[in-house]
T-cell receptor, first 117, second 112 residues
Framework: GAVVSQHPSRVICKSGTSVKIECRSL??????MFWYRQFPKKSLMLMAT?????????EQGVEKDKFLINHASLTLSTLTVTSAHPEDSSFYIC?????????????FGPGTRLTVL | QQQVKQSPQSLIVQKGGIPIINCAYE??????FPWYQQFPGKGPALLIAIRPDVSEKKEGRFTISFNKSAKQFSLHIMDSQPGDSATYFC???????????FGGGTRVLVKP
């Protein structure tokens, strides 16, 4: 099956710093990637849709200036949490839509655990 | 209207039992219903998925039953094993933007 990777898997940072998380589709091209946030023992909440070569679209209530998304190539999307605060601590998961495969399938990355001190 | 309601929140079965997880939705525009399995600290993995024009789909030990008129669908795990212990999420896709809305999740524990 299609593989999506995320880097880093875990990151701890100080309050006020910015953190970049990478999402890569390893064996397929993804014109569309999605970023989710998951709190402990909770469901996945869609934050934004990342479109290759264009601006990301954000879900209602998600601050676009806080969570910067860049999708510069067909295999890479990045999420930057700017001026992170403890309430941004969460599990961030990306998914990628296989452009050349089954149109309905989203493949998920392994997630990135962000802890803001 | 965008919500997907999932029940139960948790489930304990003995090895060989059949955990059943139910989901309900309101938005009739949803056109694709996948199920995901998630282990602690990992991303969700696609298990099986169904379209609303199909009433049942089986893949290995996993079966989805779909009731379009009731706007409900369920996952059955046949001959469950301890390795199936995980959190299971149903989801529904909005055609516009291919966005998924997830249910709240069900933690399944299969006892040896």
């Amino acid at each position: 099956g299609a593989v999506v990777s995320q880097h880093p898997s875990r990151v701890i940072c100080k309050s006020g710093t910015s953190v970049k998380i990478e999402c890569r589709s390893l064996d397929f091209q993804a014109t569309t990637m999605f970023w989710y946030r998951q709190f402990p023992k909770k469901s996945l909440m869609l934050m934004a849709t990342s479109n290759e070569g264009s601006k990301a679209t954000y879900e209602q209530g998600v601050e676009k200036d806080k969570f910067l998304i860049n999708h510069a190539s067909l295999t890479l999307s990045t999420l930057t949490v700017t001026s992170a605060h403890p309430e941004d601590s969460s599990f961030y998961i990306c998914s990628a839509r296989d452009h050349g495969g089954l149109p309905d399938t989203q493949y998920f990355g392994p997630g990135t655990r962000l802890t803001v001190l | 209207q965008q919500q997907v309601k999932q029940s139960p929140q948790s489930l304990i079965v003995q090895k060989g039992g059949i955990p059943i997880i139910n989901c309900a939705y309101e938005n009739t525009a949803f056109d694709y219903f996948p199920w995901y399995q998630q282990f602690p600290g990992k991303g969700p993995a696609l298990l099986i998925a169904i379209r609303p024009d199909v009433s049942e789909k089986k893949e290995g030990r996993f079966t989805i039953s779909f009731n379009k008129s009731a706007k409900q669908f369920s996952l059955h795990i046949m001959d469950s094993q301890p390795g199936d212990s995980a959190t299971y999420f149903c989801a529904a896709r909005r055609p516009a933007g291919n966005k998924l809305t997830f249910g709240g999740g069900t933690r399944v524990l299969v006892k040896p």
